[in-house]
Nanobody, 126 residues
Framework: QVRLVESGGGSVQAGGSLRLSCAAS???????????LGWFRQAPGKEREGVAW???????VYADSGSGRFITARGNAENITYLQMNYMKPDDTAMYFC?????????????????WGQGTQVTVSS
């Protein structure tokens, strides 16, 4: 079984930055190799939406909502992935989740990921 734990959420003013972390544990394959990971968010009353994805070859794609402002990257520790959010807007306010599966191809933007974290709250004030 794989466990994902998000951290780094909090409150920030518009224009500010936050860095979210997603730590994976529990499965040797997931934590040893370049697993596929996606970042998602869900605001109250809205559907969950994808924000950024990092494929097994380390290529990355972003939703329009975060393009040019958000960056996802793997950390030096193989089981840590980050989402750096810059120039944040009140519309970025949501619960943020990371999700993973062992493999995905470059350009993947799906939501069919096997493992999900519990989420971390991000609030952006104007």
């Amino acid at each position: 079984q794989v466990r994902l734990v998000e951290s780094g959420g909090g409150s920030v003013q518009a224009g500010g930055s936050l860095r979210l972390s997603c730590a994976a544990s529990g499965d040797a394959y997931i934590t040893r190799y370049n697993y596929c990971l996606g970042w998602f968010r869900q605001a109250p009353g809205k559907e969950r939406e994808g924000v950024a994805w990092i494929a097994s070859d380390d290529s990355r794609v972003y939703a329009d909502s975060g393009s040019g402002r958000f960056i996802t990257a793997r950390g030096n520790a193989e089981n840590i992935t980050y989402l750096q959010m810059n120039y944040m807007k009140p519309d970025d306010t949501a619960m943020y989740f990371c999700a993973a599966r062992p493999f995905c191809r470059p350009g993947y933007r799906g939501i069919d990921l096997s493992y999900w974290g519990q989420g971390t709250q991000v609030t952006v004030s104007s």
